[in-house]
């Protein structure tokens, strides 16, 4: 274990090689681009964007390590070399017996719900995030969510609010003999702050899960974050490495789904790992159909070998201490400044809590996507909203208030320097202090399923945010 520092300050555990200029663009500018992106953020051009924030997804830089591997890339359809070795890397990591390399975790959600999922199964989870809950219900499932009841308490402080309630998840099993083929747990738990999910929840979701016959799986994208958590906040795990942390969380599940553009640390790709041979043998056909050959699974050699290095280095913890204080940095300075925000601060993103910040704008005009419109037009920072856009609408086509109205402020991997935090500070205080002057937003048009991608809106008040 290394001996604390003295020092206080953030610095990046790395030097930077290559740069990338960013376009700055004035108020008016900024207001007129919005506007004719229909008010979403997901429609501005990204060269419009100072500091962006929309998701930690693909958007990271490589290392040279990762850029070295790629050079070696083996293009071959099938058998390439560059394949198994990123199947060692995830089979040494997660100790799972099979693995179907995908385009991105959408693909590997999409491949493991078609194969085992009928119209009227539930899948429980401790929340399920946006392509997840769609993939299961475009097969006519539930997804089902069951937090524990402190992740639906901002302001409190509690090490592990990622955590799956495992009495509502014995109910669940109990209640329902035959309808639940897989149970999941999200860690982090995106949907609910980015908080981490204990050793302890794990394995008590396994024993719960295997006394039912159910099987456990996890979506891991964020898999060297949540260990990082772990080695800090549960007790027996100070002196353990994230890779033997890591090592112990995929020992709980029998199969695991992965967007590698977040923790393997790459711009594209995913896997979906299993145990189950009949399983496997069933998905394997699904992603043929759909993606390609399993040693390749729509992926270029050169990604499957900057995955496999990238998997090793989301684990290092020089990067896990700068990556997880740097969030938790403007997470101390906003709540400092009275500004409310998911406590205590999760993993890859701070979560603004808009309902508490504009009490001022009903939720029918969705107050969660006005603030992320306001961040863009006071600084040129784009966020994403995780509220009534995103999860408002139920699958019978009502509306729902959800738990949480929240705007995430997601940060790309090795790509900001300290003082681009300190400037999103500047503006997030800057937005705080003139938060009565945003009005909300009424929907225009938007498509039946994930409508927060493409929807478009309109201010109610002539100015969104003066």
Known sequence: ???????????????????????????????????????????????????????????????KHQWAGMMR???????????????????????????????????AERILFTTVLKPGDIVPNNTHFDTTRANIEARGAIALDLPVPEARQPRLRAPFKGNIDLAALERCLAENPGRVPLAMITVTNNSGGGQPVSLANLRGAREICARHGVPLFLDCCRFAEN????????V????????????????????????AK?????????????????????????????????????????????????????????????????????????????VPIIEPTGGHAVYLDARQLLPHVPGSEFPAWALSCALYLAGGVRGVEIGSVMFGRQPDGTEKPPAMELVRLAFPRRVYTQSHVDYLGEV????????????????????EVLRHFTARFEPIAPRLFA
């Open 1 to 63: 274990m290394k001996t604390p520092s003295p020092f206080h300050t953030i610095i990046e555990p790395f030097r930077i090689k290559s740069v990338e200029p960013v376009k700055f663009t004035t108020p008016e500018e900024r207001a007129a681009k919005l506007a004719a992106a229909g008010w979403n953020p997901f429609l501005l051009r990204a060269e419009d964007v100072l500091i962006d924030l929309l998701t930690d997804s693909g958007t990271g830089a490589m290392s």
């Open 73 to 107: 890339g083996d293009e071959s359809y099938a058998g390439a070399e560059s394949f198994y070795r990123f199947e060692a890397a995830v089979r040494d990591i997660t100790g799972l017996r099979h693995v179907l390399p995908t385009h991105q975790g959408r693909a």
């Open 227 to 234: 260990a990082w958590f772990i080695k800090q906040r549960e």
């Open 236 to 259: 027996g795990y100070a002196d353990r490495s994230p890779l033997a942390i890591a090592r112990e969380m995929f020992a709980c599940v029998d199969g695991a789904t992965m967007s």
């Open 262 to 338: 977040k923790d393997g640390m790459a711009n594209i790709g995913g896997f979906l790992a299993l145990n189950d041979e009949m399983w496997t043998t069933r998905a394997k056909n699904n992603l043929i159909l759909t993606e390609g050959f399993p040693t390749y699974g729509g992926l270029a050699g050169y990604d499957l070998e900057a995955i496999a290095v990238g998997f090793y280095e989301a684990l290092d913890e020089d990067y896990l201490r700068y990556r997880i204080r740097s969030i938790e940095y403007l997470g101390d300075l906003l709540v400092k400044n009275g």
């Open 428 to 447: 997030l205080l800057h937005v705080h202090g003139r938060r009565e002057k945003i009005r909300g937003l009424r929907m225009t048009q938007a498509p």
